[in-house]
């Protein structure tokens, strides 16, 4: 297992739309295992692919208490169905780091994908892991949380990051 280093806005990376990944290999485990690592490091209860500039559609997510770890791994994760509820949670992103906001997403969501085996599975996620899992699938298609913001919110959000990061190199830290 090994630390992968995060990438920051605005780097273009973040902004691809991730490829399928079309076999599943020992190289895709270990990218997965990676990912963990980095992001329990960071910390933070999130990480996609091409925030450790892979642009593959994959994440990795543990939204659960701190003495019960509830790590997922998904590959080639997608929405099959949302709720029409919506619900409000506070957001922030290793890619963004230190910066939060609240964003409006379905409360719950359906998700399809494959795990580490290539088996298809499905998942109801509720609450924190909605959110979650909704901001990561979101990385994959180049999107980032400051994009459901206003102009003005969003501008802000990207010129206190651009601060921060010339100020701390590259030891900052955000949360998924
Ligand atoms: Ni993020």
């Known amino acids: 297992m090994a630390l992968i280093p995060i990438i920051y ?3 273009p990376v973040l902004r691809q739309v991730a490829v399928p990944v079309t076999e599943i290999t020992d190289g895709t485990r270990q990218l997965l295992d990676d ?3 980095t992001m329990y490091d960071a910390p933070g209860i999130g990480l996609a692919a091409p925030q450790v500039n892979v642009s593959q559609r994959v994440i990795v997510m543990d939204c659960g208490p701190d003495d019960a770890p509830e790590l997922h791994k998904m590959i080639n994760p ?3 169905d949302r709720s029409e509820a919506k619900a ?3 957001e922030g992103c290793l890619s963004i780091p230190k ?3 609240d964003v409006e997403r379905p409360a719950s969501v359906d998700v399809r994908y494959l795990d580490v085996d290539g088996k ?3 998942m109801t996620c509720e609450g924190l892991l909605a959110a979650c899992v909704q901001h990561e699938i979101d990385h994959l298609d180049g999107v980032l949380f400051i994009d459901y913001l206003s102009r003005l919110k969003r ?3 990207v010129r206190r990051t651009l601060k921060e990061l010339r ?4 030891g900052a830290a955000g949360r998924g």
């Open 9 to 11: 806005i605005p780097d």
């Open 35 to 37: 990912m963990a690592e």
């Open 78 to 80: 997608e929405i099959v």
């Open 88 to 90: 409000i949670l506070e």
């Open 99 to 101: 910066q939060t906001a």
């Open 120 to 122: 298809e599975q499905m």
């Open 155 to 157: 501008d802000m959000i």
């Open 167 to 170: 100020q701390a190199g590259t």
